[in-house]
């Protein structure tokens, strides 16, 4: 086989990248800021979820493709006093599964 050349992986990447069920790990990060929370809408609630796509090869022709969602959560000092709070939400992992018909 020949030498692929420098454009041609960048373009072979770019195409991988835009395949949802590539054999390509990606680390996306989503934040929500939540403006007005508490009981005089004075505080900002921020939660950042991580969610890991990762590729699981089954076999020559069968690639397991998983997502995860990591919420991490801030909650901020409250009115009377309580410190603001970091901590982890429901860990939700998403697959094959949940498209099931049953």
Do not use: C
């Not at 054999?23 to 800021?33: G, H, R």
């Not at 796509?53 to 909650?75: F, G």
């Not at 709070?85 to 099931?100: A, M, T, W």
């Amino acid at each position: 086989m020949g030498k692929v050349s420098d454009e041609e992986g960048a373009a072979e990447l770019v195409k991988a990248a835009q395949n949802p069920i590539a054999n390509l790990v990606s680390l996306p990060f989503q934040n929500n800021t939540l403006f007005g929370v508490g009981p005089q809408g004075e505080s900002t609630l921020n939660v950042l979820n991580i969610q890991p796509v990762i590729p699981v090869p089954l076999s020559k022709n069968l690639l397991l493709v998983t997502r995860t969602i990591v919420p991490v959560i801030n909650q901020p000092t409250s009115p009377t006093g309580r410190e603001s709070l970091s901590s982890l939400g429901d860990i939700n992992p998403k697959g094959p599964l949940n498209r099931l018909p049953w």
